[in-house]
């Protein structure tokens, strides 16, 4: 049988193919045989409401869980058994990104590129320009500790980048993040995927999704319900009214709430 190793890039394999990806907490169906493929130079929203399983679908998807069953190959490599090669094709923002909390932005740039044994002279190099891009300029000397939480999206994008990745896994990366940077790191990414590169983002924010994806998936309680390119999963509505009716809404029940009323 052909193996991940063995498997050649022949330019046509998807930048991440996901199949029969199934994880359960406890007696909690977390993600339910999920099977999902990227298309490689895409840019691919993953979108779904609170607790359908994004997180812990492309936590397994990049390695960082290990999945009840199923598999997950990048550009063709299993993420599970060539853990090593696979990620060096992926640049990650996991959702809580544990960062080393006593280096400044500089410094975790460069021990990331150390680890990634990048020379020195390009890490250095690379870190001033995304430093620079993501605006953390003033910020690099102040230690990752202090850094608000859209300053750490984004030095948790630049240590994503630093190793110039062919795919890149982003959980939520626009959290938190003021519209000003969230410009400036759109149009990194925008320019990533011109330039060949595939991107993969979750988000609940369905007007970014449409604005900067081709493709999208929508997950619901473990599955994936809908996925495809944007114009196919939508139709004529939008994203956000294709989303409810396929997640459905709870409206709850408001009369709980009646002691709220003036
Ligand atoms: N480490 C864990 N232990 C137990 N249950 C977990 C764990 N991580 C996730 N879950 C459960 O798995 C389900 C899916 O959670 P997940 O975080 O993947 O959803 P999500 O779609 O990313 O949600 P959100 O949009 O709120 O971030 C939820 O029911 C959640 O409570």
Redesign the pocket.
Known sequence: METSATRPDDGTVPALRLTGLHKV??D?V??DHVDLVVPRGSFFGLV??????????LSMAVGLLRPDSGRSEVFGVDVWSDPVRAKSLMGVLP?GLAMPERLTGRELLTFIGQLRGIPDDVVAQRSQQLLNVMELNDAERTLVADYSTGMRKKIGLATALLHAPRLLVLD?PFEAVDPVSAAALKSILVRFVSSGGSVVL?S?VMALVEQLCDTVAV?AK?KVVAAGPLGDVRGDNTLEETFVRLVGVDSGDWEELSWLAS
Do not use: Y
């Not at 779904?48 to 679908?57: L, M, S």
């Open positions: 907490f406890a909690n977390a993600v779904g409401p609170n607790g359908a399983g994004k997180t812990t679908a959702d939520e979750s609940h997950m473990g």
